[in-house]
């Protein structure tokens, strides 16, 4: 009884086949892993995680992770698109500091090409602040990203987000208002598709 039990579980991993996971275009199609499957269409829709340090191979890139979803399949190949990212948990706790604001902004856009994003924009203070000063920072934030969105394609938008050019041009606006300790994209999600 048990020998056929342990054979069925060898066979059933005999069938399956290996595809590899390739990041899309504008992350450098580059090979970030593997999975098996006995049928393609299994393969297709499964979300893959990994870090930013290990597609840029920069170590103090190591805090933030990515999510890819698998969307076309070619022989063994299995193309994906991104599907977001977030800061890990414990990153985001050594952020937070003792008599320091923490100001989100949380916005659902639209980019230029018709993706939907969710996109959720951290800024840390160095001392607490009034709430009229979070206020303007929040404005900033939201007029920056509707910008960004409104201009920028899906891949240009996630691009900047990943890499921090978003996050550094809302610091440099927001600055102004008052001492900032840290800004950042702390998390994006890919909600909608375009139909076409």
């Known amino acids: 009884m048990n020998d056929t039990l342990s054979r069925a579980t060898r066979d059933k991993w005999r069938r399956k086949e290996w595809y590899d996971i390739i990041l899309p275009r504008y992350f450098g199609e580059t090979k970030v892993g593997e999975t098996p499957s006995d049928d393609p269409e299994k393969v297709d829709g499964r979300v893959f995680e990994t870090t930013l340090a290990a597609i840029t191979g920069d170590f103090s890139q190591e805090y933030m992770k990515m999510y890819f979803q698998v969307d076309e399949i070619e022989g063994h190949t299995a193309r994906t698109v991104f599907k977001g990212h977030e800061y890990l948990r414990d990153y985001l706790r050594s952020l937070v500091r003792r008599r320091s604001t923490k100001v989100d902004g949380f916005f659902r856009v639209y980019t230029?090409?018709?993706?939907?994003?969710?996109?959720?924009?951290?800024?840390?203070?160095?001392?607490?602040?009034?709430?009229?000063?979070?206020?303007?920072?929040?404005?900033?934030?939201?007029?920056?990203?509707?910008?960004?969105?409104?201009?920028?394609?899906?891949?240009?938008?996630?691009?900047?987000?990943?890499?921090?050019?978003?996050?550094?041009?809302?610091?440099?606006?927001?600055?102004?208002?008052?001492?900032?300790?840290?800004?950042?994209?702390r998390k994006s999600e890919l909600l909608a598709i375009p139909n076409n």
């Open 112 to 185: 230029k090409d018709g993706y939907r994003v969710k996109v959720v924009v951290t800024a840390m203070t160095q001392r607490r602040i009034q709430t009229t000063k979070e206020v303007a920072i929040r404005k900033i934030m939201t007029a920056i990203v509707e910008d960004k969105a409104e201009n920028l394609t899906f891949d240009q938008l996630a691009h900047e987000m990943v890499l921090g050019k978003l996050a550094s041009d809302v610091y440099n606006e927001a600055k102004n208002v008052c001492a900032l300790r840290h800004v950042g994209v």
